[in-house]
């Protein structure tokens, strides 16, 4: 292995600690936001093999975010293909470290990638540039689908460059399958997504269709072949929770959470609208300038450079392109999302990752010899070393300022806190179980939400929580769980349960 092959290793093992940190640091291996309630009760489901569970009596009783109930059938909103990957952390009893693993192969694929499109140092500085990243550093952290369909990205762009060019060590059947497998696991992840990430290749394979050598063009079908033949799961898995293929989970949660413009697309009286997309974009987008390296709203700073660095290198384009793709295909989408950095775009920081790293090099230029001339030794040196000199105060600032403020601001997001479940580890509280407890909401409905840690879709823990409602559909759930003490739980005193309402 070369030195500079054992370095990327490196920073893709330092990748894997430095993102468990922020998972157990920061995130304490929690559910934060809605969508990672409804990823984690999916994957739970299917580590007993089902997609759907009978809907339990008053389900607003036990609120699930994202978790749909239909035709008397409880099952999440999202398709299966993130909630399957983190099944098999949960079969091993590692959730926490699921996207910590995705993120290391993140950087080591980053690495290949800039190296195999442009050199050596070039992937390293990306490799590095991913590793201190606040934006990839938190959406690692967390329980969300991004790492994963990152992950996928890029092992999807490396098996079309290895399927379609011409320098490829490799048999041509294992670039080809892998590349389908992996563009057909992240539609089943991210269908959006999978759309913006596949654009710029879909038409590159129309062009290659149409002029490229007959061996090539075979590969360019039987890849797209094998994706196809995977995103027919999507609709066969809406079959199986709904009854019909054509229902997609996500109206039956919000009927006007749909794709498209005008009006019932979204909840803006007139629908979703070019200008409502335009003001996702510029927020998103403004968020992600600083986000994106910990260079506040200097992220961007050396992507034009990278542009006009790679500006005669088809493949390069074609990746620098994704970030333009997902801009372009979430106009159709009607919110938009940075609590976590833009987080619909975050498979285009493969775009911006590779322009900076090339741009940067670009920049620093090459120091010259001592044989060359003076003048010109000169003029290089000065060149690469105030590129470098930038480079490493940004650098600096991120790690002494930027990220540390940026992880702090995330720690305990939403009063989501492990401390919530530790009165039911209590020898005293323990000895209660079996019981139904009931959470009577008092600021925020995470007071009841954290407490699903300790409880499954099967209802068949210890503990299992009722969202308190009222009085009727509280009667009705006690009615049904017989054999099961019933307390009542407020958040602020959450050492004390209570035999009946206080």
Not at 21 to 46: N, S
Not at 163 to 186: E, I, K, Q, Y
Not at 338 to 355: H, K, Q
């Amino acid at each position: 292995m070369k030195r500079a092959d054992r370095l990327a290793l490196l920073l893709s093992l330092l990748a894997l600690a430095a993102v468990f940190l922020v998972t157990d640091r920061v995130f304490e291996g929690l559910p934060h936001l809605e969508d990672e309630y409804a990823y984690i009760w999916q994957a739970q489901t299917i580590t007993r093999g089902d997609l759907t569970v009978p809907s339990p009596v008053s389900p607003n009783a036990f609120m699930v975010p994202f978790v749909v109930d239909y035709d008397g059938l409880r099952f999440g909103k999202y398709p299966p293909g993130w909630p399957a990957a983190l099944s098999l952390g949960l079969r091993l009893g590692l959730r926490s470290w699921v996207n910590p693993f995705f993120a290391a192969l993140c950087v080591w694929f980053t690495y290949r990638l800039v190296k195999r499109l442009l050199n050596e140092k070039a992937g390293l500085l990306a490799a590095f540039l991913t590793l201190i990243s606040p934006f990839f550093l938190l959406n690692g952290g967390s329980l969300l689908s991004h790492t994963w369909s990152y992950f996928l990205t890029l092992a999807f762009i490396l098996s079309w460059l290895d399927a379609t060019g011409s320098d490829s060590h490799l048999p041509a059947w294992l670039p080809v399958t892998t590349g389908g497998l992996t563009l057909g696991l992240l539609v089943l992840t991210r269908p959006l997504t999978a759309v913006g990430v596949a654009l710029p290749f879909f038409i590159h394979g129309v062009v290659l269709l149409v002029r490229g050598p007959g061996q090539v063009r075979r590969r360019v079908l039987v890849l797209g072949l094998i994706a196809g033949l995977i995103t027919l799961i999507i609709p066969l898995w809406q079959y199986a929770v709904t009854g019909n293929p054509l229902i997609n989970p996500y109206t039956l949660w919000w009927p006007y959470d749909r794709l498209g413009f005008g009006p019932g697309i979204g909840r803006q009286p007139e629908g979703n609208t070019l200008y409502w997309a335009f003001t996702n974009a510029r927020n998103s987008m403004r968020v992600g300038a600083s986000d994106l390296f910990g260079w506040p709203m200097l992220s961007w700073l050396f992507i034009p450079f990278g542009v006009y660095a790679v500006r005669r290198n088809r493949s390069a384009l074609r990746v620098s392109s994704i970030l333009v793709s997902l801009l372009l295909v979430y106009t159709l989408y009607w919110i938009g999302s940075w609590v976590f950095g833009p987080r619909y775009y975050f498979e285009g920081m493969i775009s911006a990752i590779f322009l900076t790293a090339a741009g940067i090099q670009w920049l620093a230029g090459r120091l010259l010899p001592s044989s060359a001339d003076r003048n010109q030794r000169i003029k290089t040196t000065f060149r690469f070393g105030l590129t470098i000199g930038v480079l490493t105060l940004l650098i600096a600032g991120n790690l002494r300022f930027y990220l540390p403020q940026r992880l702090s601001s995330m720690t305990h997001l939403y009063s989501v806190s492990r401390q919530q479940l530790t009165p039911f580890s209590r020898s005293e509280i323990q000895a209660l179980a079996p019981a139904l407890v009931v959470v009577v909401q008092q600021q925020q409905w995470r007071e009841y939400g954290t407490l699903l840690e300790l409880s499954n879709p099967y209802l068949d823990t210890p503990f299992i929580f009722n969202y308190y409602r009222d009085l009727e559909s509280t009667q009705a759930v006690i009615d049904a769980y017989p054999q099961r003490a019933v307390y009542y739980y407020y958040a602020d005193e959450p050492n004390k349960l209570y035999k009946s309402p206080r």
